[in-house]
């Protein structure tokens, strides 16, 4: 059974910092990026940043760039994000979700994130709640 378990959510006042995880089972994690997303309230969901687990290539979208970093513990099929410097902006339900990588999927993932399209992922979790006080 193919799981992702995001925990490590909560409430934060600004310019603080929450540290999630999520673990991921059931599929072989090297062949795949894992994607956080997030959805604000009242908004449709948008992707923050990816990696790859094989060789640890990440991606960030510009609004989190520098104060977010994705990690990847491949031992233990556990995928991180810490996110400092948080402001009422990044208040939403944070989703991990999984996408196999193929020759053109890093590149078609990327430019997802970058324009804020939909992407079909294969993965879901079923998100951990930050909300940002101000």
């Known amino acids: 059974e193919v799981q992702l378990v995001e925990s490590g959510g909560g409430l934060v006042q600004a310019g603080g910092s929450l540290r999630l995880s999520c673990a991921a089972s059931?599929?072989?994690?090297?062949?795949?990026?894992i994607v956080w997303t997030r959805q604000a309230p009242g908004k449709e969901r948008q992707g923050v940043s990816c990696i790859k687990s094989s060789d640890g290539a990440t991606y960030y979208i510009d609004s989190v760039k520098g104060r977010f970093t994705i990690s990847s513990d491949n031992a233990k099929n556990t995928v991180s994000l810490q996110m400092n410097r948080l402001n009422a902006e990044d208040t939403g339900v944070y989703y991990c979700a999984a996408v196999r990588l193929s020759i053109q999927t890093w590149d078609r993932l990327r430019r997802a994130l970058r324009e804020g399209w939909p992407y079909q992922y294969d993965y879901w979790g079923q998100g951990t709640p930050v909300t940002v006080s101000s």
């Open positions: 059931g599929f072989t994690f090297d062949d795949y990026a």
